[in-house]
């Protein structure tokens, strides 16, 4: 696993290949990150060992490990294959306080980790990479606070570094309100904390808009397979007392948000990329993919024989006017790229709240579209995207943020922008352990 080291080695700006003819490949995607991330949590929260199958092993899968077992729980990696990860939880189901974990840059781990730290045995310290100090914290650990926790900020107030001391008691019926318009995965964590408390819980979201609502469904739709129980109706979420225990053995499904750039270049340079092992039915935000990648001019199809997805185009894009991202911002970056080599304007709405992801995406995608000649603005929920005639375009070196979708946004650009070069590209090690073979890989 991981050494908790913040940055890779950077090397030189990578110097992304252009397409030089249609692609034809069929991609192999590792598993998903959301669902592995879960998997991992709701596996630590039970009391019998669990075998994920298929699992994501990158940057905030390896956090993610890192920090359960720090907290008492076995992550036994298996000798022939790393995508096998056998879960075992602490003997009593409680975890093992007094310590501190190392959340990187990945929000699944700062939002989700606090939340099951809620029953360790003592204090729980939080650190992450400088940029992580910029994401929102707060709506989560005043939740946790509601729960009967107590959080000590060492820094700013709602941002990393804190202290989260766990409740001396897991019972009683609790009333949960927060606002989670900034992040989804507020709501994901306090459902996770839930899921094994001893009580009824109820969490109601008093924000005017929630993004990311798949993510929420895909908790409460994993908890359930636990056979955790969850009802919702708008806005509020109550969780009866139960003990979750994941089935002995999960597989992963493929991560459908890592596929977007691979199904995107067919768009971009024409031709036709495949993707194995596409689910027929997925709570991932990725099965928007083929609806998304249709308003821009793609033609989708998908073999529910064989679960594959084949993405095709001649190369011509069009605008998509206006689209609704907030059940899907962690797609926004791709489809960017895609938006701004198109033949007609596009406006995402619905995005505000991705000015606290990995950097402030809104103002990064702005700033870097217009590097390479691209014409793009900022709206107060999302970002305008007007087409530019090809020729008007030029390489640049691409700053990438530390953010992985950043990264694989400048690798789209340069399949049809000549020496467009990519600062650290490793940072798509994130999510995706090895973009660039794989990238090599479909254009080859
Ligand atoms: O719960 C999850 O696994 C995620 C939820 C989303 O977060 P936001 O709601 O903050 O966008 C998404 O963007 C992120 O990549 C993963
Ligand atoms: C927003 C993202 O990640 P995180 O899980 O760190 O929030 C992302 O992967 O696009």
Redesign the pocket.
Known sequence: MSNHTNTFPISSPWLAPVAVKPLDATMQIPGS??LS?RYLILAALGSKPVTLEGILRSR?TELMMDALTTLGVQCIIDERDSTIVTVIPPADRKFVGNTSIYCG???????FVPAIALYADGPVRFDGDEQAYK?PMKPVLDGLEQLGAEVIYHGVEGFLPFTLIPPSTFDGDKNISIDSSS?S?FISGLLLAASTWNGEVTITHTGEKLPSMPHIRMTMDDISKAGGQVEYSQSLWKIPTRNVQLHSHIVVEPDL?NAAPFVCAALIAGGEVRIARWPAESTQPGALLPQYLRLFGAQVEYDSSAHILSVHSDGIINGAGMLDLSPA???A?TLAAVAALANSDTTFTGISH?RG??TD?LKALVTEIKRFGGNAEETSDGLKISSVARNQLHGEVMETYA???MATFAAMIGLVVPNTYVVNIETTR??IPDFVHMWMTMLA
Request: aromatic residues 0%; glycine residues 8%.
């Open positions: 990150k959301s991330n905030d840059l990945a929000g699944t781990v700062m939002r994401r992040s995965q948000s911002g962690e797609i970056p991705l992801h990995e995406r953010d992985h979708r994130k999510t």
